[in-house]
């Protein structure tokens, strides 16, 4: 358990700066070393996706808030946009976290690469920025909204890496788009973290210290370090040239996809 703790602080520092530079709320780097780290303390096999997942959801709720506050200081969230995307993104993390126990993600792991490969290309190409958000393209929020959540809720990230080519494509400048993103990941976080604690309430050999599928000694490490390094990320995100932000982004998306397919 001290080992896990340890681990999961030095997890944090580099996750709270990806959540703010980047609006990803950190879970593309927390669930793949969260099960690297499980694997070795011999958790149950069948059970540690779901718990890094879980995990990874509810770090993502504190981690938001620290970095959601920083870009509102800087007058970067389209409030708009975020109460428009919101509802759709909590149900659809509810869905997806129940669809999490029954479903193979196997299928759904590789089209999300393939998406994650197609946006890091077209976010690495520069191009004129859209001049104002299509109003047609507004009605997409809602069935947009609820497909981030299922997916962000299955992968455990905060769905940044499809909340920001979303918004970037629809004309929000890329700061925009990041500091929306990360806004978007608070209902993700919560209503998937939620589900997470009520399907793996009642799990059996789930390891101690676990609040139903969320393991508390990762979640509190990863909590305790990321809250202050997501300010750094956003103000960051704040000062960084648009177009070198959309390619560090790009990269960001690359390193994932390889990653997903590792």
């Known amino acids: 358990m001290t080992e896990i703790f340890l681990a999961s602080l030095a997890l944090g520092v580099v996750a709270g700066v990806s959540a703010g530079l980047f609006g990803i709320g950190g879970g593309a780097l927390i669930v793949p070393v969260l099960s690297w780290v499980f694997?070795?303390?011999?958790?149950?096999?069948?059970?540690?996706?779901?718990i890094a997942v879980a995990t990874s959801l509810a770090t993502a709720l504190f981690t938001s808030i620290a970095s959601v506050r920083t870009h509102h200081?800087?007058?970067?969230?389209?409030?708009?946009?975020?109460?428009?995307?919101?509802?759709?993104?909590?149900?659809?993390?509810?869905g997806g976290a129940v669809l999490?126990?029954?479903?193979?993600?196997?299928?759904?792991?590789?089209?999300?690469?393939?998406?994650?490969?197609?946006?890091?290309?077209?976010?690495?190409m520069p191009r004129p920025a859209a001049s104002a958000i299509h109003k047609a393209r507004l009605y997409?929020?809602?069935?947009?909204?609820?497909?981030?959540?299922?997916l962000s809720a299955i992968l455990g990230i905060g769905g940044g890496t499809m909340t920001v080519p979303y918004l970037a494509g629809g004309g929000l400048a890329m700061k925009n788009a990041v500091a929306t993103s990360s806004t978007c990941?608070?209902?993700?976080?919560?209503?998937?973290a939620a589900g997470y604690v009520a399907l793996g309430w009642h799990g059996h050999d789930l390891p101690a210290g676990s609040l139903g599928y969320?393991?508390?000694?990762?979640?509190?490490?990863?909590?305790?370090?990321?809250?202050?390094?997501?300010?750094?990320?956003?103000?960051?995100?704040?000062?960084?040239?648009?177009?070198?932000?959309?390619?560090?982004f790009a990269v960001v998306l690359l390193f994932i996809a390889i990653k997903m397919a590792w």
């Open 73 to 94: 200081k800087l007058g970067n969230v389209d409030w708009r946009r975020a109460f428009r995307l919101g509802p759709s993104l909590l149900i659809g993390a509810i």
């Open 214 to 248: 969320i393991y508390l000694p990762a979640f509190a490490g990863i909590v305790m370090t990321s809250i202050f390094t997501a300010p750094l990320g956003a103000k960051l995100a704040h000062r960084l040239p648009a177009q070198r932000l959309k390619r560090y």
């Open 100 to 124: 999490a126990e029954y479903i193979s993600a196997d299928l759904l792991r590789w089209f999300f690469i393939t998406y994650l490969l197609y946006t890091s290309v077209q976010m690495a």
């Open 39 to 50: 694997a070795s303390q011999h958790f149950n096999p069948e059970q540690i996706m779901l």
């Open 185 to 192: 990941a608070l209902p993700i976080a919560l209503s998937a």
């Open 140 to 150: 997409l929020d809602y069935p947009m909204g609820v497909l981030i959540g299922v």
